[in-house]
Structures are given as C-alpha cells and as structure tokens.
C-alpha cells in the first residue's frame, strides 16, 4: 500500500487561495505535493514529475478540469479528483477520466478521504 510520506499529489487549481490550502493540509499529512495554477502548467509537470493522483479544478481559464482529465489519461494511469462547485451540471453523466468527484465547498478532510480512497482502488 502506498503511505502518505511516499505519495506525490499535484494540485490543480487556478485559486491561489484555495491551491496554498490544500498544498499546505496535504503537506502537512505528509504527502509530497506539486501545484499548477492551469492545465497546460500541470501537463508539464505530469512530464517531468512522478505523480501518484491529481486533485483538480474543474473551472479553470485556458483548459477545464474535463480536459485536463482527459488529457492526463490519454497518456498516464493516474488517478484524478475533481473538484467542482458545478456538480449539478454532471447530472447522472459519467466521464471514464474522472475516478472521484467532489463538491465545493468542501471539508478539507473529505479531499484527504478521496485520494485514500483513490489509492486504495489503485
């Protein structure tokens, strides 16, 4: 089983607020935690980094979280969450690049949960 201290998480959000958040409480869970601003800055980090699961936006400017799912999976087995304060929007829909979906606001423990659930399932 992979632990925490040997996980690398990389975090996909275009609000800095919400992005240093995370970054920090994933931190100081001990994982080992890499963060874009975008899609495209991600992508470049997904092709330089060894990264266990991705935590991303799904609103964001030049690339969506769908997309960037999307893309990431097109070349990497590597588990997405996205977060999203649209859930609505995905209606009963299922999109194969997405492992887990979670709802904004949310509890920082419930991002924590998801990718040990996503870990577990890998």
């Known amino acids: 089983?992979?632990?925490?201290q040997k996980t690398s998480v990389l975090v996909v959000d275009d609000d800095t607020?919400?992005?240093?958040?995370l970054v920090k409480v994933l931190t100081i869970k001990g994982y080992t935690?890499?963060?874009?601003?975008?899609?495209?800055?991600?992508?470049?980090?997904?092709?330089?980094?060894d990264v266990d699961i991705v935590v991303t936006d799904l609103q964001m400017p030049k690339m969506d979280g769908i997309e960037l799912c999307q893309r990431i999976k097109d070349h990497?087995?590597?588990p997405v969450i996205l977060c999203t304060a649209h859930r609505e929007e995905f209606g009963?829909?299922?999109y194969p690049c997405i492992d887990k979906l979670i709802s904004k606001p949310f509890r920082l423990e419930h991002v924590v949960e998801a990718i040990e659930d996503c870990l577990a399932m890998h």
């Open 1 to 4: 089983m992979i632990t925490a």
């Open 76 to 78: 990497k087995i590597v």
């Open 17 to 21: 607020i919400l992005r240093e958040l």
């Open 33 to 49: 935690v890499l963060d874009a601003d975008n899609g495209s800055k991600a992508l470049d980090i997904l092709d330089r980094e």
């Open 92 to 94: 009963d829909r299922k």
